[in-house]
């Protein structure tokens, strides 16, 4: 019995003198947290206050009736324009599109006096709102046909070095105009330059506008129209009665549509009008 008890002694004092101590853990060292601070989000727009930034203007009546913008204060006269107001407004709402073009094959159309009228009546729903802007840079009208002589440029901002709000006027709460008081330099080449779709989202951004309304260069006068027409959603083409020939209409529509919507032809300056398309209610 004592030999066992020996021997377990024995073993007992082996086991604990050939036992390895377990080292130390070692402490995990923390690394220092590096805390990247989140970039701060942009402000949000404020349309409304934007739209009221811009310098209002009150047009002259008389200079309107003579430069026949007759959709300034509706009534019969503006019957037509608000009849093609609500089918664009129809229109484009149904396919979401925000940019129409008006051009016309050659000079003295009317394709201004279109815009301006459209322009006015689309001014009368207080719901939508509209930018008129000036793309026709070789023979500028918006600013004389409203009156308006501050030296405003829209070639200046489609090319970057000036700002929209430094160059367009305000109507009312909902009409904005941006034109050109002289001739811009080399017109075809700004309006196809890179810059321009920046700005034009640019300004969407700023204003949301229903829509943008671009007074166009004439399609056969020079390239410049067809340079720019590729940036809009749709376009009208404006023929004058008696004047634009049928081939003349045909060329500009295949031209139109194969960068563009074309949405149908504006017949202008008609002297003589089927009493079935009279308003007489108006008295």
């Known amino acids: 019995m004592e030999k066992i008890q020996s021997a377990i002694a024995k073993a007992r004092a082996e086991r604990e003198g050939h036992a390895i101590a377990t080292p130390p853990t070692r402490r995990a060292t923390k690394a220092a947290a590096v805390v990247v601070p989140e970039p701060e989000a942009a402000p949000p727009i404020d349309v ?67 815009c301006m ?47 929209f709000e430094d160059n367009a006027v305000r109507y009312g709460s909902n009409l904005a105009f941006a034109t050109n008081l002289s001739v811009a330099k080399n017109p075809s080449e700004l309006l ?33 129209a067809m340079a720019f027409v590729g940036k809009v959603d749709c376009v009208l083409l404006v023929a004058a009665a008696e004047t634009t020939t049928i081939q003349e209409v045909d060329v500009c529509e295949r031209d139109l549509a194969s960068q563009t919507n074309v949405l149908g032809v504006v017949l202008n300056k008609c002297r003589y009008m089927d009493r079935k398309y009279g308003y007489s209610y108006y008295g």
């Open 117 to 163: 009228n459209l322009a006015f009546s689309l001014a009368r729903q207080p719901d939508v709102r509209t930018i008129l802007a000036e793309v026709d840079l070789r023979r500028p009208s918006l600013a004389k046909m409203l009156g308006l002589r501050s030296p405003h440029s829209f070639a200046n901002v489609l090319d970057g070095s000036a700002r």
């Open 192 to 224: 196809q330059g890179q810059k321009v779709s920046q700005v034009l989202a640019d300004i969407e951004a700023w204003y949301e506008p229903t829509l943008t309304i671009f007074d166009m260069p004439p399609m056969l006068v020079s390239d410049d």
């Open 48 to 114: 409304a206050a934007n739209w009221a930034a811009l310098p209002q203007v009150d047009p002259n009546a008389r200079t309107l009736q003579r430069n026949r913008i007759v959709a300034y204060h509706g009534g019969k006269d503006a019957v037509h324009f608000d009849v093609m107001r609500t089918k664009l407004l129809q229109q484009m709402r149904a396919n979401n599109w925000r940019r129409l073009a008006i051009t016309s094959p050659g000079a003295g159309c009317g394709k201004s006096t279109t």
